[in-house]
């Protein structure tokens, strides 16, 4: 227990992880007195894992923080580990929506942007010369009862988008133009597309598809 294979190599986790439950029991990343979660999604998913080493690891059980942007491993015996920042590139989480496969695909090592450093995991939800990013972040937000005074605390989300272009970070502005200025080296083709298709620029989704076709140029 504790090594995991890639082709005929033996990889010892505890050289890229740390034990974040020292007594080896189930690990609950819970916060007392806040209401809600921190994670994408709150159960363990199935996931292949690619190290800033090159690396890849199938099959592992995990989790994204998005308070603290790190990656929780599930490993065998209940075992549970956080990944050292850094240490991750990719992680691609699977799962199933109304009975089909549905996967999430994430990057680490962008940038530097508005208060989002290299650590900070993005959504892929684009690929290519471009990609289109999305950021989620949970922060803990105190709430107080208008009847009672009380405080009480939860997780909310920020999410936020970008692209990442010619190796620099660019927030997202749901604009035609700043898109099309920002691809103008297949102007024509963008605008005959834009006609064709009748996107609409503050919807993500017809950005996304905007985004790919552009890509596909």
Same mark, same amino acid.
């Given at each position: 227990? @504790?090594? !995991?294979?890639?082709?005929?190599?033996?990889?010892?986790?505890?050289?890229?992880? +740390?034990?974040?439950?020292?007594?080896?029991?189930?690990?609950? %990343?819970?916060?007392?007195?806040?209401?809600?979660? &921190?994670?994408?999604?709150?159960?363990?998913?199935?996931?292949? +894992?690619?190290?800033?080493?090159?690396?890849?690891?199938?099959?592992?059980?995990?989790?994204?923080?998005?308070?603290?942007?790190?990656?929780?491993?599930?490993?065998? @015996?209940?075992?549970?580990?956080?990944?050292?920042? !850094?240490?991750?590139?990719? +992680?691609?989480?699977?799962?199933?929506?109304?009975?089909? &496969?549905?996967?999430?695909?994430?990057? %680490? !090592?962008?940038?530097?942007?508005?208060?989002?450093?290299?650590n900070n995991f993005y959504q892929v939800l684009s690929d290519g010369k471009v990609e289109l990013l999305k950021s989620s972040v949970k922060k803990i937000n105190k709430l107080k009862n208008e009847m009672s005074g009380e405080l009480r605390s939860q997780f909310d989300i920020y999410e936020n988008y970008y692209l990442y272009v010619k190796y620099e970070m660019k927030?997202?502005?749901?604009?035609?133009?700043?898109?099309?200025?920002?691809?103008?080296?297949?102007?024509?083709?963008?605008?005959?597309?834009?006609?064709?298709?009748?996107?609409?620029?503050?919807?993500?989704?017809?950005?996304?598809?905007?985004?790919?076709?552009?890509?596909?140029?």
């Amino acid at each position: 227990m @504790g090594e !995991g294979k890639l082709g005929n190599t033996k990889v010892n986790w505890d050289d890229q992880f +740390i034990i974040v439950d020292k007594n080896g029991a189930n690990f609950q %990343s819970y916060y007392e007195g806040v209401d809600g979660h &921190p994670f994408f999604i709150e159960v363990f998913k199935s996931s292949t +894992i690619k190290l800033v080493s090159g690396e890849v690891f199938t099959d592992v059980r995990s989790r994204l923080d998005l308070f603290k942007q790190t990656i929780q491993l599930n490993l065998a @015996g209940d075992t549970s580990k956080t990944v050292l920042p !850094g240490k991750i590139t990719d +992680i691609v989480f699977y799962d199933t929506i109304r009975s089909k &496969p549905y996967s999430y695909k994430f990057q %680490s !090592g962008y940038p530097p942007i508005d208060d989002l450093d290299r650590n900070n995991f993005y959504q892929v939800l684009s690929d290519g010369k471009v990609e289109l990013l999305k950021s989620s972040v949970k922060k803990i937000n105190k709430l107080k009862n208008e009847m009672s005074g009380e405080l009480r605390s939860q997780f909310d989300i920020y999410e936020n988008y970008y692209l990442y272009v010619k190796y620099e970070m660019k927030r997202l502005k749901k604009d035609k133009e700043y898109l099309l200025n920002l691809f103008a080296d297949k102007r024509n083709e963008l605008e005959q597309y834009i006609k064709e298709q009748k996107i609409n620029f503050k919807s993500i989704d017809s950005i996304k598809e905007f985004v790919a076709y552009y890509n596909s140029l």
